[in-house]
């Protein structure tokens, strides 16, 4: 007895400020006024400095540290609960799914970036990768849908290791240089090949899963209807359920390891005979996959593509949300996620402003923040293991 | 292929390779001081440019239509211009960021480029749009065969020739030039020997950032046109161009930004039914050299120390 309830004591934090997010969020979502939704923010900003300054934070951290699973379910029934109360709101759905997808894509570049300290400045042009990869195989080959989404990442995946050799070869400047340069190259092709559409870009069909059409809203009894994003937001958070234990179980095992040895001091790492070609194409492929799968499952949303959602600005964007969530935590990737990609949807005043906004913002962070948000904690090898 | 038009593309190449030279110059300066790469540099740049534009249109609207008064009041208000914004960056952004990983500087640099033109673009009046950079220049035109040449082409090349050799008499001749090497080549020494370190730094970072500005103007006048995305291409391309040239020197700079120049005119010479994708392969290039030599042609003196 006294045990249950000692476990519901270290959850307790945890669920009480996921019901408050989820409340929160809803408000949010559901508020229309700018007003309105800046005061929510300011409100918002507000509590949670409270809350870090009066030790809340840290107790939801150690919900989350020492029941993690328990904790993962409660994130996912908030979700859903937040989809149950937009069923027909296509927007907020749109914007939810859009969410999931780019931490999807940011959890492959957190692989890279924050584990074993490679740098990719083209998480967009592999984004695009498997958009495009969609958009060509939904309309040329009868290949099911699911496939698609791990084909859009083997894809991504191939076209990175064309990379492989230079990243390999060079160290920090120059590696950026091979990404950057990548990923200017990948949108000027894009815009003057025309058997990809050119700069007007391509159709992609929708996912049709043994014969359940996703772009079909779904219909219930007579007049209960629920926005076709639904299905969506479902395949995914299954998506995202799966990359995220991936990511995790990854970080913790002794590949984790040794990327976080690579990351730290490559020559040190090599000397205690660490393989550190073999470990940086892992960790490279690994996370042009995840965000090759992504990009196929966001094109497939969508509907259509263009060169244009492939930018160096979008790629800056990516590796934005993984500096503000904290560099190597994927909670602080969901976090910074949805900050950045609701906030300038629902404050339409700074939509226009946001390439700004963001890089200013980076700016910042670099110089009186550079931990991020969230930071990584110390790596705990067992569940619920406290450094003493 | 016909001698004119040959003529024609070595002329377009000389141009293009100047303008690559003087951002590389920059590029290679501040690795030289700092060891930091500063990807602002080429939206410094399109900045530059900007404020080029803006003060010719101020010279007209205060009623000085003299076109060689025009050219060295645009020249000079635009080079000092961003020679401050060159040290303020060096002084606020990247000088605090020292100590911390080098990846931190890159993003910062990366990011401020983007706060640069995304503020072109949002507030200079109707700054998405390409915008027509007046000819300040005689416009006389020799025709030789295929052949046209530009009597202001000319005066370019001559300015950035004169600028190139201007910059190598500062760093070879000057106590100042001895002072940038001598922090380039170790900074704990030279401080030790009575440099200061911070204010030659400043000082490298506003004349790299002059001649990112020169070399904005140029494009503008050469081209009759600027627009606020074109710092991002001439940046990379610049930097690629140090990077060939091996970083921190100099001349290695120059000789890579006529390189990449040359690649890139032979690139459309020998493919012109793919002339579209020249870009692509000037990138192309780019990577695959950086897997060929990772640290530049021209590598490095001086090895990493573990």
Known sequence: ?388 | MDVGLFAQYVMNGLMLGMMYALVAVGFTLFFGVLDIINFSHGDVLTVGAFTGLATYLGLSKIGITWAPAQVVIVLLVATTCMAALGAVIARYLVLPLKAAPALNTLLLTLMLGTVLHEAIRLFYPLGANPQRFPPLLPTTAYSFGNFTLRVDSVMLLLAGLAVIVGIHLVINKTKLGLAIRAVAQDEETAKTMGINFTLIVLVTFAIGSGLAAFAGILHGLYYSEINFAMGLLLGVIGFSSAIVGGLGNIYGAIIGGFLFAALQTIGVLAMPFASAYKDVFAFGVIILIMAWRPTGLISEKISERV
């Open chain 1, 1 to 388: 007895m006294s045990k249950a309830r000692a476990v519901f004591a270290v959850l307790l934090p945890g669920i009480g400020s996921a019901v408050a997010v989820t409340v929160y969020v809803i408000l949010l979502l559901a508020v229309e006024s700018q007003a309105a939704i800046a005061a929510l923010l300011v409100a918002g900003v507000i509590v949670v400095l409270a809350a870090a300054r009066f030790g809340g934070m840290a107790r939801i951290g150690r919900s989350f540290a020492e029941r993690e699973n328990a904790m993962n379910l409660v994130i996912v029934l908030a979700v859903l609960a937040v989809t149950g109360f937009f069923y027909e709101d296509h927007f907020v759905l749109l914007l939810m799914a859009t969410v999931i997808i780019y931490v999807i894509a940011c959890l492959g570049l957190n692989l890279q970036f924050g584990y074993a300290g490679t740098l990719n400045f083209a998480g967009a042009a592999f984004f695009g990768v498997g958009c495009y990869t969609a958009a060509v195989l939904t309309k040329h080959t009868a290949m099911p849908h699911l496939l698609i989404l791990v084909a859009g990442g083997v894809m991504a995946a191939v076209i990175g290791s064309l990379l492989i050799l230079p990243v390999l070869r060079t160290r920090s400047h120059y590696s950026a240089v091979v990404t950057i340069a990548f990923a200017l190259l990948f949108k000027i092709f894009l815009e003057v090949n025309d058997t990809l559409g050119g700069p007007q870009g391509l159709p992609v069909d929708g996912m049709n899963v043994l014969g359940w059409e996703f772009n079909d809203n779904i219909e219930i009894g007579e007049d209960f209807e629920v926005a076709f994003y639904v299905n969506y937001i479902v395949v995914g958070l299954i998506v995202l359920a799966l990359a995220f234990t991936f990511v995790r179980r990854l970080e913790r095992s002794w590949v984790g390891l040794n990327l976080d040895a690579l990351r730290l001091d490559e020559t040190a790492a090599a000397c205690f005979g660490l393989n550190i070609t073999r470990w940086k194409i892992t960790a490279f492929t690994l996370g042009n996959f995840l965000t090759g799968v992504a990009g196929a499952l966001y094109a497939m949303m969508l509907g259509f593509i263009a060169p244009t959602n492939f930018t160096f600005g979008d790629s800056l964007i990516l590796v934005s949300i993984i500096l503000l969530g904290g560099i190597g935590n994927p909670w602080g990737l969901v976090v910074a996620t949805t900050i950045l990609i609701i906030l300038p949807e629902k404050l339409q005043v700074i939509q226009e402003y946001r390439f700004l906004l963001f890089g200013a913002m980076v700016i910042l962070i670099l110089l009186f923040r550079p931990e991020g948000l969230l930071p990584r904690p110390l790596r705990t090898y067992l569940p619920g293991w406290q450094p003493k």
